[in-house]
């Protein structure tokens, strides 16, 4: 049962190969909570678009997931906090390896 004012978060890496894209190793997450706001950290790979994406947990399914921002990734590991996440108790997130830059 999640208490109020607590943040569940689970977190997944997904490679997801583009026509356009080669296979790369799948981006690597982890995640903090920085003021009660998730932080994503992502080892990935250079030079390529990282697709953070999130999706409640009562809901299933492709369309499930839902796009929280496009970071490419100039360094790794890429560091960024979910704003969006206020007063949100449960979100799971991944994180899809769309295009190289």
């Not at 569940?8 to 026509?19: D, I, N, P, R």
């Not at 997450?29 to 932080?39: F, H, S, V």
């Amino acid at each position: 049962m999640t208490q109020p004012g607590k943040l569940t978060v689970a977190f997944f890496a997904v490679l997801e190969v583009l026509s356009s894209v080669q296979a790369q190793t799948p981006p690597l997450l982890q995640i903090a909570l920085t003021n009660a706001k998730p932080q994503i950290i992502i080892s990935g790979t250079t030079g390529y678009i990282h697709q953070v994406q999130w999706a409640a947990p009562s809901t299933s399914g492709s369309n499930a997931w839902q796009v929280l921002t496009n970071l490419t990734a100039t360094k790794t590991p890429l560091a960024w906090v979910d704003t969006t996440a206020s007063g949100v108790a449960e979100r799971y997130f991944r994180v899809v390896l769309a295009a190289s830059q």
